[in-house]
Nanobody, 124 residues
């Protein structure tokens, strides 16, 4: 069992940066592959980025590749999403999620645990 709490969202102008954090409870953080998803108003939840248990492998949605960086610090039970060159279309609620399935996936159905979400708003 793991509980996830996101932070770091806010309002930023286009071209700006934000860093999201996801703090996890429990002593088995390193046994979970992790990911970020986002959901804009009126749209389905979509995959943003994922990272494997050790942090040595990552995967990104095409829409954020080259602008976002996912990372994790297993000693601190924390995952991050560095978001640079933000665009208005990045506006959404961002969710941290974890899976015990052994590796990361791009479909939300594979993830067991979800945070409450943090709002990111990018103004033009």
């Amino acid at each position: 069992q793991v509980q996830l709490v996101e932070s770091g969202g806010g309002l930023v102008q286009a071209g700006g940066s934000l860093r999201l954090s996801c703090a996890a409870s429990g002593r088995t953080f390193s046994s979970y592959a992790m990911a970020w998803f986002r959901q804009a108003s009126g749209k389905d939840r979509e995959f943003v980025a994922a990272i494997n248990r050790s942090g040595g492998s990552t995967h990104y949605a095409d829409s954020v590749k080259g602008r976002f960086t996912i990372s994790r610090d297993n000693a601190k039970n924390t995952m991050y999403l560095q978001m640079n060159n933000l665009k208005p279309e990045d506006t959404a609620v961002y969710y941290c999620t974890a899976t015990s399935a052994g590796y990361y996936y791009t479909a939300p159905v594979w993830y067991n645990y979800w945070g409450q979400g943090t709002q990111v708003t990018v103004s033009s």
